[in-house]
């Protein structure tokens, strides 16, 4: 309220005060602002008129001015108006209010008070709105509320448009339409701006307005189009129950550059929930999916605060989606009834499913209802995000994101609209879960093909062990057979001979056998004793094993050194160790050049550890070929140039193998001789097993 | 020393057999579970029996679970029916993943084909 100065000479002389009450025109409206600037009032003409004419302006700024009304004594009526201004008198009893102006002076003085008073109206609204916009934990809908305040509009709007889908949702504003979304097909009143070169249009509401505005009385509108990525544009409108409402180019200009910046700046923040989120995505395991579909869904929904998440999966036929978790307020992990989507059947979720899209969004009612859902979890599918599950290129699941329910009048929700965000999570999300879902897939494929690798080996093996047996039988009976029955003393070692070899083959075979046993060893985590004899664990059986054979295949004799081993325990498994020796003294006598010195094995002790080297004149390893020979698939240059065959399980397995028993292998001396050192752990002496 | 021999692979049977026959053992050997159960009641007349766990069920007669092998069950009637008959166990089988528990000094399990040499079964039958 203006009230105007004061006049001390004629104050004295006046007992009733005068107030002037200053109206800015504006466009059939009349603005009364306070004298700061703070507070203002808009009342339009006609009813201005009325309230003129009946002498209750005071009446109507009761609620607004509640001191100035009660000060008030007597309404005078309009004394002077102006194009802009209209200068209303009134009288007051209270001292401290104004002087009686002189008519001559109101034109100037109440032109020139007017002025002032609506720039400091201008900058008051100003500041305040870029204070508004400055504070970081204002929404866009707080943006977008404090230009309506600037710009004095009666409503606002903001709507999203997808040009993947082609449809328009409803974000959030003043007035609610009659429905959340339309279609562009629908030739509604947003194709004219979307259509158009011009990123704004003002005009009067047309007919096919999503909301009544008649009935709202909004008479005019501007409408902003704000580009936000290649495949979305905001469209943002401004309503005025003005006839006249118009944004010069530097507020829609200064409009557009602020939401585009929140939205922005709603996306970095989004970005940093988001990092938050993969990385907590990435800590769990993939090793079953149902665990980790079940925390997949929770960790999404509570992370970036959805109102439900459900993950489909294709089952074995290809024939349905499955639904094998789902996360809501009231329900969560695996459900317990067998919910199903049928792939013949065209529902929103098979459509999504058969996208080829990263990510879509879908925001409308599944006519279909012929699918069969959980009413708790997936009930109403209107609003919801909608991510096709691929692996390397192929569909097999869809997740699905619901937003956030939002409260209407009385106890009525509806679900939010898809914001911005979430298109850009349905994307980092769809990334991240393909990844995981096909490391699971791809790892239960190699776990399948494991077990049936696995499960042949063990039949194969199985079938093998009675026949060697026999073998074994076979050739004692001939034996036994020999000293019974009358045989030709030639006729009799031609058959010790092949009774020897019989032997020696049924023997290697058998241990071939045990050495194929070697994955059950290592997966079943292999009993360690620490009472393995190295003399009558190791040494005699492979010696008395591959004694022949190592004489007839390779002419190699192998001279052991008994006494050093005499007493000494390791720590290992018998087993396993046998299957390192053997394959350490296979390579040396496969390899062996200088055949007239035997190989030699000896060991010794060393601090705690037992030290068993084996000695042969084999191929040179060359210096770069020392850690070589130990690598997967790794061989000596000269092992392959003179095409030696490989057999044992090869330097790389005993190293893997010896080190699980807490020992080591390695080369101690390259050539003249070859000198291969195993290391054991010591395990209890003699002296301790006799004290026992 | 009166043997008796389980087992379904009939070569290996019939080379075992023959095989201890030659050293002086009196030897028979069945090679079913029907057989078994037909023969059941006659355990005690023998004083070792060589039973191999892994072997199909071919009879109704008897009921094998299906968590262990026939021949596992065959060695738990064996031990109730007649507990001082020693029992080798020869089997393919890895003993860890045995579902027995071998009754005490009675029983001894080799194993396939290293532990069933003849030379080490005659020295079990002879402790």
């Known amino acids: 309220m203006y009230i105007g100065p004061q006049n001390t000479s004629f104050h004295k002389k006046v007992k009733i005060m005068s107030a002037v009450i200053i109206f800015y025109k504006v466009q059939n409206h009349y603005l009364l602002v306070s004298v700061d600037g703070k507070e203002s009032v808009f009342i339009p003409s006609k009813e201005m008129n009325l309230l003129i004419k009946k002498k209750q302006i ?23 108006e102006l194009d802009n201004y209209v200068a209303y008198l009134v009288h007051s009893k ?98 004219e701006i979307l259509d158009s070169h011009c990123s704004s249009i003002m005009r009067e509401p047309s007919n096919s307005e999503i909301f009544n505005a008649k009935a709202n009385g909004i008479k005019s509108m501007v409408r902003i189009k704000i580009p936000m990525s290649k495949s979305e544009d905001a469209i943002l409108s401004f309503y005025s129950r003005l006839e006249k409402f118009v944004f010069d180019n530097a507020l829609i200009a200064l409009v557009k550059q602020f939401v585009a910046m929140k939205i922005a700046y709603s996306l970095t923040e989004n970005e940093y929930v988001m990092e938050k989120t993969t990385k907590e995505l990435l ?51 695996k459900p317990d009834k067998y919910i199903l989507y049928p792939l013949s059947k065209d529902s929103l ?59 209407m009048e009385g106890n009525e929700k509806t679900v939010c609209p898809p914001r911005p965000i979430d298109r850009h999570n349905a994307y980092l999300i769809s990334q991240l879960v393909n990844s995981q879902i096909t490391a699971i897939f791809k790892l239960e494929e190699l776990n399948n093909n494991l077990e049936i690798q696995s499960n042949f080996s ?24 020999i000293e ?61 094993l ?32 046998n299957i390192i020796m053997n394959s350490v003294m296979d390579n040396a006598a496969k390899y062996i050049e200088n055949k007239n010195k035997p190989v030699k094995i000896y060991s010794q002790k060393n601090n705690d550890n037992c030290d068993i080297f084996i000695e042969s004149y084999s191929i040179e390893i060359h210096d770069e070929e020392k850690e070589v020979i130990f690598d997967k698939d790794g061989r000596g240059k000269v092992a392959i140039y003179k095409k030696k065959d490989g057999s044992g399980i090869g330097l790389w397995l005993c190293k893997e193998i010896i080190s699980r028993l807490d020992g080591n292998i390695s080369l101690e001396r390259r050539y003249d001789p070859v000198i291969f050192k195993l290391q054991f752990p010591l395990g209890a002496s003699h002296e301790n097993i006799n004290n026992r | 020393m009166k043997i008796l021999i389980i087992d379904d692979d009939k070569l290996l049977n019939k080379n075992l057999s023959e095989a201890l026959i030659f050293k002086g053992f009196d030897v028979s050997s069945i090679s079913s579970s029907s057989e078994y159960m037909e023969i059941e009641e006659t355990l005690i007349n023998y004083d070792a029996i060589i039973l191999d766990l892994m ?33 080798l166990i020869i089997s393919g089988k890895d003993k860890d993943r045995l579902n027995i528990n071998l009754d005490g000094d009675n029983s001894v399990y080799l194993s396939k084909p290293s532990g069933t040499k003849i030379a080490n079964i005659i020295r079990h039958l002879e402790k």
């Open chain 1, 283 to 333: 800590k769990i395991g993939i090793d079953d999916l149902q665990l980790f579909s079940n925390e997949l869904v929770i960790l999404i929904a509570k992370k970036l605060q959805y109102e439900a998440v459900t993950l489909l999966l294709l089952t074995p036929n290809k024939k349905y989606l499955k639904v094998i978790s789902s996360y809501n307020l009231g329900f969560n992990g």
């Open chain 1, 546 to 577: 591959f004694g022949h054979y190592y004489k007839d295949q390779y002419n190699v004799t192998f001279d052991i050194d008994h006494n050093s081993m005499m007493g000494t325990y390791i720590k290992g498994n018998t087993d396993l160790c």
């Open chain 1, 484 to 544: 019974k029955y009358t045989i030709s003393e030639k006729d009799k070692r031609y058959l010790d001979l092949k009774i020897k070899d019989i032997d020696t083959l049924s023997n290697r075979l058998g241990f071939i056998v045990k050495t194929y046993t070697i994955d059950d060893l290592i997966s079943q985590s292999a009993e360690v004793i620490d009472r393995v004899s190295l003399l009558q664990d190791i040494i005699f059986p492979l010696s008395n």
């Open chain 1, 58 to 80: 005071t009446k109507k700024l009761l609620t607004q001015c509640p001191k100035f009304s009660r000060v008030v004594e007597k309404e005078v009526g309009i004394i002077q």
């Open chain 1, 94 to 191: 209270v001292p401290t209010i104004i002087k009686l102006l002189f008519r001559k002076q109101y034109p100037l003085f109440v032109e020139s008070q007017g002025e002032k008073i609506i720039n400091i109206f201008r900058l008051n609204s100003r500041n305040k709105l870029l204070s508004r916009l400055s504070e970081e934990s204002a929404s866009l809908e707080d943006y977008i509320e404090s230009f309506c305040k600037y710009t004095m509009s009666n409503g606002y709007s903001l709507w999203l448009y997808d040009y993947r889908t082609k449809v328009y949702t409803y974000q959030f504003g003043t007035f609610h339409p009659s429905k959340d979304y339309v279609y562009y097909s629908e030739n509604s009143s947003f194709n």
């Open chain 1, 458 to 481: 063990k039949v194969f093996r199985h079938e093998l062990r009675a026949p060697i047996a026999t073998i074994g039988y076979a050739s004692e009976n001939i034996q036994s057979a």
């Open chain 2, 55 to 87: 072997m199909p069920n071919d009879t109704d007669d008897l009921a094998v679970p299906g968590d262990l092998e026939t021949g596992e069950v065959v060695y738990k009637r064996i031990i109730k029916k007649s507990p001082a008959t020693k029992i």
């Open chain 1, 349 to 407: 979720t098979v459509k999504v499913f058969k996208s080829d899209e990263v990510s879509v969004i879908y925001d409308l009612n599944d006519v279909d209802h012929s699918n069969i859902f959980n009413e708790e979890t997936e009930n109403n599918p209107k609003s919801w995000i909608g991510i096709p599950i691929q692996i390397e290129g192929k569909s097999v699941g869809v997740l699905r994101l619901k937003n956030k329910f939002r409260c």
